[in-house]
């Protein structure tokens, strides 16, 4: 059974920093890209990041770049966000994603993925 399963959220001040983690299983790892989207209330679903697992591929949105960094542990098959100078337009529901790599691309839209975790909260308070 495929699982992904987020950790990390919280209540952080703004231009504090938070690690976010997603712990994958039941799927051969390095076969898949992982993607961080976040939806905050009322809003789509955005794609802010995703790696290839198998070459370290990345990409960012415009929205993270320069202060998030996606990153793989491959030996335990986890991905993780790694957000920094937080602001209270970040607060959502973040959620990680596989979808099966066959080419590398900037995949961004949570239509082109297979697999999704629960999601955790992240709330910046000023």
């Known amino acids: 059974e495929v699982q992904l399963v987020e950790s990390g959220g919280g209540l952080v001040q703004a231009g504090g920093s938070l690690r976010l983690s997603c712990a994958a299983s039941g799927f051969t790892f390095t076969d898949y890209y992982i993607g961080w989207f976040r939806q905050a209330p009322g809003k789509e679903r955005e794609g802010i990041s995703c790696i290839s697992t198998s070459d370290g591929s990345t990409y960012y949105a415009g929205s993270a770049k320069g202060r998030f960094t996606i990153s793989s542990d491959n030996a335990k098959n986890t991905v993780f966000l790694q957000m920094n100078s937080l602001k209270l337009e970040d607060t959502a529901v973040y959620y990680c994603?596989?979808?099966?790599?066959?080419?590398?691309?900037?995949?961004?839209?949570?239509?082109?993925?297979?697999?999704w975790g629960q999601g955790t909260q992240v709330t910046v308070s000023s």
């Open positions: 994603a596989a979808l099966y790599g066959s080419r590398w691309y900037p995949y961004s839209s949570p239509y082109d993925y297979d697999y």
